[in-house]
């Protein structure tokens, strides 16, 4: 516990020393976090206006957007302020709360796929029957239930971080307080630890992986079944969008927490850590609107009503 108060603050090393590349880099996230942002208010925005897409599908979606804007603002401003500063402290509070929230939204982002998944199985698969079980309230508590269940899967080995002292060092070789570099500065046996972020990591991951393969395995056995070579490409189409960011969600995070704890590649964690939580919540809007008719259908609505606001507010004013 003497040793827990003596660090106040937490020092992260960063991308890079390097000046001109700081300058690059910070240009890069900046822009970046501010079209991610953009991106993915505009799909929130788009399926609350528009009355053809308040439907299940939109619901996660919706959702999904809101969760992606929450993943990359717990980590990319303070990188941003740091790199703007030239400073590289973080606070002890500030980095375990970094850490936690981190961890809680990417979780609730994992199990949320997989309740989209589960929707589409149910669309494809039971389309009869869709409206009765993908009820409003069926998927309020869907996405309830992502976040109650990510917080319970954080809530022991948190318990457990906190309860064990730190070491001399605060120093930590990244650009935000990830998991894994934080509990290298932790003294004493961790290997308790260890073994239950392991196993909690391991069951989250699977879980929601397997109701994702389960679902897809339904639905591919239900489209092939599908007389017509148009009604297969239509149901396969509105999974591709799916299907293409669980690949890329769910690839970077085995890639970054699936190696060995006592593997060295930290260059390579920071680069997966940038497709995780700065690429991936920039690509996901538009994954989502290039495949997608109703929503580009939708934008288009929105942008002629807003110029025809605008030529009907200009033409009075005149």
Known sequence: ?????????????????????????FTILTITYIL?????????????????????MYFFLRNFSLLEIGFTSVVVPKA?????????????????????????????????LAAMSFDRYVAICNPLHYNT???????????????????????????????????????LDHFFCDGTPLRKLLCGD??????????????????????IIMSYIK????????????????????CASHLTVVSITYGSCIFMYGKPAGSNGLDSSKSVAVL????SPLLNPFIYTLRNKQVQNALK???????????TWESGGK
Not at 190 to 211: N, P
Not at 276 to 279: L, R
Not at 301 to 311: G, K, L, P, Y
């Open 133 to 171: 079980i993908m009820n409003t309230r069926v998927c309020s508590l869907l996405v309830l239930g992502s976040w109650i269940e990510s917080f319970l899967f954080l809530i022991i080995p948190s318990l457990l971080f906190l309860w064990m002292p730190f070491c001399g060092s605060n120093v």
């Open 80 to 112: 941003l302020f740091n790199m703007a500063l030239g400073s590289k402290t973080i606070s002890f509070l500030g980095c375990l709360t970094q850490s936690f929230l981190y961890f809680l939204v990417g979780t609730t982002d994992l199990l949320l």
């Open 219 to 238: 639905i591919t056995l239900t489209v092939i079944r599908i007389p017509s070579a148009t009604g297969r490409q239509k149901a396969f189409s509105t």
């Open 276 to 279: 995780n939580t700065i690429v």
């Open 36 to 56: 991610t942002i953009a991106g993915n208010l505009l799909i929130i925005v788009v399926t609350l206006v528009d009355s053809n897409l308040q439907t299940p």
């Open 301 to 311: 609505d929105i942008v002629h009503r807003a110029w025809c606001f605008r030529w």
């Open 190 to 211: 961790r290997r308790l630890l260890d073994m239950i972020s392991l196993i909690i990591a391991l069951f989250s991951l699977v879980s929601g992986l397997t109701v």
């Open 1 to 25: 516990m003497e040793n827990r108060t003596v660090i106040s603050e937490f020092i992260l090393l960063g991308f890079t020393d390097i000046q001109e590349l700081q300058i690059i880099i």
